[in-house]
């Protein structure tokens, strides 16, 4: 996910998306006139969001429309926040547990 939304004009493409709802979603042609890129690059950008599962799209015609799904948004979300907390982990959930060799330095210095 981190990936997907370091290119510049996917992390666009992301914003512009959520502002949508499905009935108002928006195929490959209005995305490039939107983001004055050609159709080709737009399509490309879809195709990495569509593998992280943030974007779907849905066929109208001989048009697909795309849209986030916001159920993948959410839990992307939450596990950004997870693992950006600055709360205290809890002792069961002490770094120890994750760094055993930092754990044995530190038990052979003493």
Known sequence: ??????????????????????????CVNALAAILGITQSAVSQHLRVLRGTGLVKGERRGYHIHYF?????????????????????????????????????NHVSSK
């Open 1 to 26: 996910m981190f990936a997907a939304l370091a290119d510049p004009t996917r992390l666009r493409l992301v914003k512009l998306l959520c502002r949508q709802r499905i009935p108002d979603a928006l």
């Open 68 to 104: 986030i799904n916001h159920e993948a948004l959410e839990r992307y979300r939450n596990l950004v926040l997870a693992a950006l907390t600055t709360e205290e982990l809890e002792k069961e959930e002490s770094v120890e547990r994750y760094c055993p060799i930092r754990r044995e």
